[in-house]
Nanobody
Framework: QVQLVESGGGLVQPGGSLRLSCAPS????????MAWYRQAPGKQRESVAT???????NYAGAVKGRFTISRDNGKNTVYLQMSSLKPEDTAVYYC??????????????WGQGTQVTVSS
């Protein structure tokens, strides 16, 4: 069973930076896209940033210009560089991956989540 393993969360002051990483624990087949989602207390999970294996990116309006998603295709690893962090960025951040099995059946995986807290 493949698991997505996230790292890099923590406590940071407003205006600070953090870098999140996510990689699968085992072999993963034919990835098509990876993404970061977040869920703040009392709110629904929301998309933060996505990246296809071809490199196309998409960002939520609230993070555009402050966050950068990137990937290392050779390692099937995705990163989220977060800068100019605000208290409203406080949330549990989840890694997401999607792809297709050899016969075309789609799959998705979620990470367990990593806490990001922005506070002075």
């Amino acid at each position: 069973q493949v698991q997505l393993v996230e790292s890099g969360g923590g406590l940071v002051q407003p205006g600070g930076s953090l870098r999140l990483s996510c990689a699968p624990s085992g072999n993963i087949f034919r990835l098509t896209a990876m993404a970061w989602y977040r869920q703040a207390p009392g709110k629904q999970r929301e998309s933060v940033a996505t990246i296809t294996m071809g490199g196309t990116t998409n960002y939520a309006g609230a993070v555009k210009g402050r966050f950068t998603i990137s990937r290392d295709n050779g390692k099937n690893t995705v990163y989220l560089q977060m800068s100019s962090l605000k208290p409203e960025d406080t949330a549990v951040y989840y890694c997401y991956a999607e792809g297709t099995w050899p016969l075309g059946t789609p799959y998705i995986y979620w990470g367990q989540g990593t806490q990001v807290t922005v506070s002075s």
